[in-house]
């Protein structure tokens, strides 16, 4: 069970899309927010205390644990997609996002696992996706770096169980969000998978699927699909 009312949260990529939300929403809920952000200028939700955060770097991610000492949220939301395919995509794309999306948030995990220890356990939430067991024609290396974060919550959840700290991965599909932008498909609103997944969180659920393609694709993942992965 996670406390949001009054509680210190850390957000981020919290400027635009689902960061934004999580962010504004972690505010109606009564929490104080960080919003993290490489531009904190960027950030432009009345309430939050923007936090200039560049995940790939651990100096930014430990001055940001330093500032925000108090806290026991940490949505681990910052990610980047670059549509890479890994049989010939460019490689330095392909690095890209897994620096940023797997190396990015353990960077964040590691700054901030001893603040919320210290103020409790509480808890993290590292935003994943349904690519990490999806297969397409595009992306796949975006899918390799966000199965990576799955397989790094599922361990988080064990090393840091003595510290009583609660660690919860999130998997939504399309979602309208810049991200998504170049592609003309049926997408979910932020704040509805917001919603949904604060909801959980806060219940204490530890894989939280936050929408019915999510679900059905967990579902599915001991079928044999063969060579049609998708």
């Not at 001055?63 to 910052?78: C, D, F, G, H, P």
């Not at 003595?162 to 932020?190: E, L, N, W």
Request: charged share 20%; glycine share 8%.
């Amino acid at each position: 069970m996670v406390a949001i009312e009054h509680a210190v949260a850390v957000v981020t990529g919290a400027n635009r899309g689902l960061g934004r939300e999580f962010a504004r929403q972690l505010m109606e809920r009564g929490a104080r927010v960080y919003a993290g952000a490489r531009d904190p200028g960027s950030v432009d939700l009345e309430g939050v205390e923007p936090l200039q955060l560049d995940i790939t770097r651990p100096e930014q991610a430990a001055e940001a644990a330093r500032v925000a000492s108090t806290a026991s949220i940490l949505i681990n939301n910052a990610g980047v997609s670059t549509l890479a395919r890994v049989s010939d995509g460019s490689l330095d794309d392909i690095r890209r996002e897994m620096e940023v999306n797997y190396f990015g948030t353990l960077n964040m995990v590691r700054a901030f696992a001893p603040v919320l220890a210290a103020n409790g356990g509480g808890a993290m939430l590292n935003v994943s996706s349904v690519m990490a067991w999806l297969a397409l024609d595009h992306s796949n290396s975006y899918g390799a770096s966000k199965a990576a974060v799955w397989a790094l919550s599922n361990g988080l959840r064990v090393e840091l169980a003595d510290a009583g700290t609660q660690v919860s991965s999130m998997f939504m599909a399309s979602t309208d969000t810049d991200m998504m932008s170049a592609f003309d498909i049926p997408k979910h609103r932020p704040e509805d998978i917001v919603r949904v997944a604060l909801d959980r969180f806060a219940a204490g659920e530890l894989e939280i699927l936050a929408d019915d393609t999510a679900e059905g694709l967990k579902e599915a993942l001991s079928q044999d699909r063969g060579v049609h992965a998708a």
